[in-house]
């Protein structure tokens, strides 16, 4: 089992935004039970450097159509395993609404 976060951003936790603080935690609190863990950010800026962390982070750019999802993070939800969990962060976001209906395509819980 694998469980992937999907958030706007970097879930920086040296930020004051409230869900970069609880992804990064929440992260790793699973990884550190041995729970096989991994953070997506969309992103407008996602070479930038971001801090170490002990679960990995997958950033993609976001598109320039702000409710269509990244291409890159559609070709990596497809290859995924139908035991993985993706676990959305946030409310009321077009573009977790269009990666949602591709999870339930992919039989992605």
């Known amino acids: 089992m694998k469980i ?3 958030v706007l951003g970097k879930a920086n936790p040296s930020r004051a935004n409230g869900v ?8 790793c609190w699973l ?3 041995g729970i096989k863990t991994e953070v997506w950010g969309i992103t407008t800026t996602p070479f930038a450097t971001t801090p170490d962390r ?6 993609f750019k976001a598109n ?6 990244p291409k890159e993070l559609i070709n990596k939800m497809e290859k995924l395993s139908k035991d993985t969990i ?5 409310v009321l976001i077009p573009v977790f ?3 949602a209906t591709l999870s339930i395509q992919l039989g992605l819980p």
């Not at 993706?86 to 946030?90: C, D, T």
């Open 97 to 99: 609404s269009k990666i």
């Open 31 to 33: 990884h550190n039970k």
């Open 4 to 6: 992937i976060h999907i």
């Open 86 to 90: 993706i676990h959305f962060h946030g």
């Open 54 to 59: 002990p679960y990995p982070l997958k950033l």
């Open 64 to 69: 320039m159509l702000s409710f269509l999802p």
């Open 20 to 27: 970069n603080k609880v992804v990064h935690s929440l992260s």
